[in-house]
Nanobody, 119 residues
Framework: QVQLVESGGGLVQAGGSLRLSCAAS????????MGWFRQAPGKQRELVAT???????KYGDSVKGRFTISRDNAKNTAYLQMNSLKPEDTAVYYC?????????????WGQGTQVTVSS
């Protein structure tokens, strides 16, 4: 009963920046943690970043120092600021929620938002 809508993707040159948004709506009971996954063609879906309602963050090793996750609890929206983008960041980015990092929903996914970084 939670709807998640990702936005903000696009085409950018290497070294550029994008800001993704994940808006949650509907009946929301498990948004203590919000997070971003990504999946590139031929690769496994990987966890990019998570943030708890209290502000605790976690980042995948490949994006540390370049990406910043944040959230607006009043708007039930998570953001992913992506700087110094690399071609290997090219993927479809998905958001999800859950009561904890370990319990993030992985059983269903939305449309995601495409990020393409040109070399």
């Amino acid at each position: 009963q939670v709807q998640l809508v990702e936005s903000g993707g696009g085409l950018v040159q290497a070294g550029g920046s994008l800001r993704l948004s994940c808006a949650a709506s509907g009946s929301i009971f498990s948004t203590n943690v919000m997070g971003w996954f990504r999946q590139a063609p031929g690769k496994q879906r990987e966890l990019v970043a998570t943030i708890s309602r209290s502000g605790s963050t976690k980042y995948g090793d490949s994006v540390k120092g370049r990406f910043t996750i944040s959230r607006d609890n009043a708007k039930n929206t998570a953001y992913l600021q992506m700087n110094s983008l690399k071609p290997e960041d090219t993927a479809v980015y998905y958001c999800t929620t859950g009561p904890s990092v370990a319990a993030l929903r992985t059983d269903s996914w939305g449309q995601g938002t495409q990020v393409t970084v040109s070399s």
